[in-house]
């Protein structure tokens, strides 16, 4: 079994707010070029309810699905199922979960918590895939802090 991948970031953000930016806007801080697409996406869309689909679209109307939502929870928890393969591909066959905590700090602020686990489903690539996600997600969380920054 391989440890599920945890980080974590505050930002001076309400939770309601937090859990907005990060799921409603997540086109707007994830990186162009930093997606799974061949090409920079104009979109990333998480549908906003369970069993709503992970996409991003290309500025030509192009879909590339990630996953979908397993639990839709504002403004505490989001539960994203990442059905990429250790390419980055999509794999229907493939579930794993990253889940999204959203927690008030006091005096003010949110801690948003991310842990991507069930990772030993690739099988033989997990620990290369482990890798690349253990250095992923922390930048992608600094992403989504430097936008909620500019975004209050």
């Known amino acids: 079994m391989i440890a599920p991948i945890q980080c974590n970031v505050e930002v ?3 939770t309601a ?16 070029g930093k ?13 906003p309810r369970k069993d709503g689909r992970w996409f991003e679209r290309d500025a030509d109307g192009q879909e590339t699905p990630w996953g979908k939502v397993l639990a839709w929870e504002p403004p505490r928890r989001l539960v994203l199922g990442w059905q990429l393969d250790h390419h980055f591909r999509f794999d ?3 579930l794993m979960e990253v889940e999204i905590l959203f927690e008030a700090l006091p005096g003010g602020g949110t801690r948003v918590r991310l842990e991507h686990r069930d990772l030993e489903q690739l099988g033989s690539e997990a620990e290369t895939f482990a890798g690349k ?8 969380l600094g992403d989504f802090a430097q936008y909620a920054v500019t975004h209050p």
């Not at 104009?42 to 549908?47: M, R």
């Not at 996600?133 to 992608?140: L, Y």
């Open 12 to 14: 001076k953000a309400s």
């Open 17 to 32: 707010r937090a859990f907005e930016l990060f799921a409603q806007h997540m086109g707007a801080w994830w990186p162009r």
């Open 35 to 47: 997606t799974p697409a061949g090409r920079p996406h104009a979109e990333l869309i998480i549908e």
């Open 92 to 94: 229907a066959d493939r």
């Open 133 to 140: 996600v253990r250095s992923g997600w922390p930048e992608r």
